[in-house]
């Protein structure tokens, strides 16, 4: 089969080889897919760098999430043949991969694969960071890094669920969009008022949590105007700079401030909670209104173009494209 693999660590679009690969028989745990799409991700490029959580095994195939149909199946009539479904292991950017069926998120007919593609990672995400957030409806979040793929669900799901966000962004490009998104108000971080800004628009409702991917000085100012009795919840590490706080900014108002990852909040859950989740989740994004925008498709032997839309600013995901 037709792979992207890379044998040593480094920048995606120096080290990766589009080639020819084997694939292993399926384990009795396993259910082999035809990839359909697969959307790159931040944690790709670190697996590359070799500066993610996962070790890669050279000659490695790269890859996360993706979607695809069941090909094989051993048997288990549980995982149909050609039945759609999405996931996020290793080994996807390739014409098929072999998934642990314990990773398989199976979906109806009528999600299309753009969506299905992007489910397995920053939806779920978005999720579990609205239920960190402890946030009741008319009470406010606010975003940093909120043009990000991730922000966009959020801002949506919250506003579905009757929550105002406060979407923090770098660039202007973003600032009617993300309105028409359904963000409450967006800011930049970069004001020298920021924190003044972000008070008169929350006036007197309480700022139940910040979902921060950012850090730094950001961060910084949005621990003193965060509410009583709130959630710092930091997620991601776009800034290089510590975030700095007195003490009593944190103890006199009650704060909590957490990290996040993902999976570690999965394996916090039953598989009853989150069968109901993933349920729950999908019957959101499958809404004809629900955006999750793709910026641009490629076939894997274009990778190098790929990774440059990546950092084109186009706002939407970027997906390898085998449908």
């Known amino acids: 089969m037709k792979a992207l693999l890379f044998r040593q660590k480094g920048a995606a ?32 490029f670190m697996f590359i760098e070799k500066t993610y959580r996962v070790e890669p095994e050279y000659p490695q195939i790269a890859g996360f999430e993706g979607a695809g149909l069941i ?29 642990p069926k314990q990773k398989i998120i199976t979906l109806p ?12 990672l920053n939806p779920v995400t978005a999720w579990a960071l609205l239920e960190e957030s402890n946030a009741d409806p008319g009470e406010w979040i606010i975003l940093s890094a909120a043009s990000s793929a991730l922000s966009k669900l959020i801002i949506q799901l919250a506003k579905s669920r009757g929550l105002n966000t406060l979407a923090i962004i770098r660039k202007n490009n973003e600032h009617e969009h993300l309105l028409n998104l359904g963000a409450s ?52 590490l776009f800034s290089k700079q510590n975030v700095t706080y007195h003490n009593a900014d944190i103890i006199f108002k009650n704060i909590i401030i957490k990290g996040f990852g993902i999976d570690g909040w999965l394996q916090s859950k039953t598989v009853a909670e989150q069968e109901t989740m993933w349920r729950e ?25 790929a990774i440059a839309d990546c950092t084109s600013g186009k706002g939407g995901k970027v997906l390898f494209w085998m449908d």
Do not use: C
């Not at 292993?24 to 991700?41: C, F, G, H, K, M």
């Not at 009539?77 to 014409?95: G, L, Q, S, T």
């Not at 007919?109 to 992007?118: I, N």
């Not at 008022?193 to 929350?202: A, G, M, P, V």
């Open 185 to 236: 108000a967006v800011l930049y971080d970069n004001a020298d008022d920021l924190d003044i800004q972000i008070k008169s628009l929350t006036g007197e409702n309480r700022i139940a949590s910040f979902l921060d991917a950012v850090g730094g000085e950001l961060a910084t100012k949005v621990i003193k105007v965060i509410s009583v009795n709130s959630r710092i919840i930091h997620y991601g």
């Open 71 to 99: 090909v094989e199946n051993g048997g288990d009539n549980r995982f149909p043949i050609n039945a759609m479904v999405a996931f996020r292991h290793k080994n996807v950017w390739a014409e098929f991969v072999n998934i």
């Open 13 to 44: 679009e120096k080290v990766l080889e589009f080639g020819d690969t084997n694939i292993a028989d399926i384990l009795p745990d396993e259910v082999q897919v035809r990839v359909l799409a697969s959307p790159i991700n931040p944690a790709d």
């Open 109 to 120: 007919k009528s999600m299309s694969v753009e969506k299905a593609a992007q489910l397995s």
């Open 281 to 305: 989740l999908i019957n959101e994004l499958i809404k004809p209104d629900f955006k999750m925008e793709v910026s641009g498709k490629y076939r894997f032997d274009a990778y190098k173009n």
